[in-house]
């Protein structure tokens, strides 16, 4: 008998998603099984949905959720330190034709997967991957973020940015967030020095922290103008300007006038190109270790949704009423 799985559709842009029921996926060679738990939601899921991602070459009909935390139902051909029973976590599907995580049942890519920190649950480690991988690239592997470092994070409240100011805190950086006046009481609790970016000019802050110099690193989780004003805040010489959404089209000349460098960062590259997962794995073992330390812990919305409440989220993100990372309830 053919085994089935309940999985939420995406079958038109800008529409509301349905629940159907599909056939199971098999692990095949590399891949694990996963009986998903928990699919955790991010803003792209919204862009993906409303048609406006291209950039995450997503075709119709599609299975989305980048995010997911669950248990290891069986493993393929040539998969090793994974066995059924697992509890794993991981930015896993979602993009690029590969089946996300609003679905009961998903075979990854074993290359994407770590197992799951024991000291949380299966809705705060859906909340995790992506935030964390892209915090992770841009302060680690572009920046080289080390101790004793004066490091910026613009958007210190939000998903992105408060994992990247906690990663910066456990590498023993100084760290400085920027938000809005509600968000000082946030990004004050994860340890960063507040800057509220409508009261204080760049030119101000970088004068009153770090005495006209600039910061070491500056992570710009905002993109735009915020982007632009990173190029300012950087050091002088070795100042490093990081950015999740350089998407735009900006001024060098005040980056290069301080002789300071700038790198992108594109999570979602090892999942369309397929190259480079094995790297999204190590980070996910990395943050499981943190994680478990209790350096990082994820700001999570308290209200639970269905599998077939999936729509439902999507819009609790839309309309900005989410007090931190919304997930789906799969199991």
């Known amino acids: ?140 592997d572009r920046a080289r973020i080390a101790a004793g470092m004066k490091v910026l994070v613009h958007g210190g409240a939000g998903g992105v940015g408060h994992v990247a100011v906690q990663i910066a805190k456990a590498a023993g950086a100084e ?9 000082r009481d946030t990004i004050e609790g994860f340890g960063a020095v507040f800057i509220d970016y409508q009261a204080s000019s760049v030119e101000e802050y970088v004068t009153q922290y770090t005495d006209g110099e600039g910061f070491d690193i500056v992570y710009d989780t905002v993109g735009g103008a915020t982007l632009d004003a990173s190029f300012v805040a950087a050091r002088r010489y070795h100042g490093h300007v990081v950015s999740c959404l350089g998407w735009g089209t900006h001024a060098l000349a005040p980056l290069s006038f301080r002789a300071a460098t700038y790198s992108g ?8 190109s397929g190259k480079g997962r094995a790297n999204h794995g190590h980070i996910m073992t990395k943050a499981a270790r943190l994680v478990d330390e209790g350096k990082i812990k994820v700001l999570l919305d308290g209200r639970h949704f269905a599998l077939s409440e999936a729509t439902q989220a999507h819009a609790a993100m839309q309309d900005r009423s989410a007090r931190g990372k919304i997930v789906v309830d799969v199991a």
């Not at 056939?23 to 048609?51: C, E, F, H, M, Y």
């Not at 950039?55 to 009909?61: G, Y």
């Not at 248990?71 to 090793?80: D, H, L, S, T, Y």
């Not at 760290?175 to 968000?183: D, E, K, L, M």
């Open 175 to 183: 760290v400085y967030a920027t938000g809005s006046a509600g968000q």
């Open 265 to 272: 960062v594109f999570t979602l590259l090892p999942l369309l």
């Open 1 to 140: 008998m053919e085994q089935t799985m309940k999985a939420v559709i995406l079958s038109a842009f800008g529409a509301p998603m349905t629940v159907n029921e599909l056939r199971r996926p098999l692990a095949g060679a590399g891949q694990v099984l996963v009986r998903i738990k928990a699919s955790g939601v991010n803003p792209l899921d919204l862009k993906i949905a409303a048609g406006k991602a291209d950039h995450a070459r997503v075709s119709l009909p599609a299975i989305l959720g980048i995010d997911m935390a669950g248990v290891v139902e069986a493993v393929g051909e040539g998969v090793q330190g994974f066995a059924p029973g697992d509890e794993v976590w991981g930015m896993t599907g979602g993009v690029g034709g590969v089946q996300g995580s609003l679905a009961e049942y998903a075979a990854v890519d074993a290359l994407l997967l770590a197992h799951k920190p024991a000291s949380i649950g299966m809705r705060e480690a859906a909340a995790l991957p992506l935030v964390f991988i892209t915090a992770w690239e841009g302060l680690v």
